[in-house]
């Protein structure tokens, strides 16, 4: 049981450049979150998804988008990186009145 | 507006005391609460939970008491050791589905620093 995964682990982007974080779960869980974390500061939620075909706006959504065509992804797109989108994410997913699973981050440097 | 909030962003306590970790919201729709864990490096990983019907759920050395007239809840460790020096959230979630259109609200956390 992998849980959730999240790819890549680690990477660095150039200002201007796009990239996709993939994220998978094999619970099939419903709800899937995008978050972010900042040095120091908690977890700030970016989008989520209740169900597939649907997606919704978090706390801090712009300069991402994501999409979700099936239960068991739920991919973040960056299209223009900038050096504020510096930050480690974290996917998770949660069903109802269960625990949240998170996946290991990915710590992503835009220089 | 923060909707769950943990005032204390760190807290140093001696390897056998008790570690108390407090955590308040505003929403009265919430009715299940969640503690996580995160070490560096890591993704957070579910410590314990509670829901309203309750007012103490425990598991081990972990304790989460609910005060559901005052929104708060806490988390005691007891005898804290070196592997708890870690981030600690708090989550909440509405009692019924969509209701909270995020499900789950994180509050910023606190690092337990656990010392020798």
């Known amino acids: 049981n992998a849980g959730v995964t999240q790819t890549p682990k680690f990477r660095i982007l150039k200002i201007g450049q796009s990239m996709t974080l993939q994220c998978t779960q094999d619970?099939?869980?419903?709800?899937m979150y995008w978050y972010r974390q900042d040095p120091g500061m908690g977890l700030k939620l970016i989008y989520y998804?209740?169900?597939?075909?649907?997606?919704d706006k978090g706390e801090v959504p712009n300069g991402y988008n994501v999409s979700r065509s099936t239960t068991e992804d739920f991919p973040l797109r960056l299209e223009l990186a900038a050096p504020s989108q510096t930050s480690v994410y974290f996917c998770?997913?949660?069903?109802?009145?269960?625990?949240?699973?998170f996946g290991q981050g990915t710590r992503l440097t835009v220089v | 507006d923060q909707q769950v909030k943990q005032n204390s962003p760190s807290l140093s306590v001696q390897e056998g005391r008790i570690s108390i970790l407090n955590c308040d919201y505003t929403?009265?729709?919430?009715?299940?609460f969640l503690w996580y864990k995160k070490y560096p490096a890591e993704g957070p990983t579910f410590l314990i939970s509670?829901?309203?019907?309750?007012d103490k759920n425990e598991d081990g050395r972990f304790t989460v008491f609910l005060n559901k007239s005052a929104k708060h809840l806490s988390l005691h460790i007891v005898p804290s050791q070196p592997g708890d020096s870690a981030v600690y959230f708090c989550a909440a979630s509405p009692m019924y589905s969509g209701g909270g259109a995020d499900g789950l609200t994180f509050g910023k956390g606190t690092h337990l620093i656990i010392q020798p």
């Open positions: 619970m099939n869980h419903n709800y």
């Open positions: 509670i829901s309203s019907i309750k």
């Open positions: 929403n009265s729709m919430f009715d299940y």
């Open positions: 998770a997913s949660w069903d109802w009145r269960t625990e949240a699973f």
């Open positions: 998804s209740v169900g597939a075909g649907i997606t």
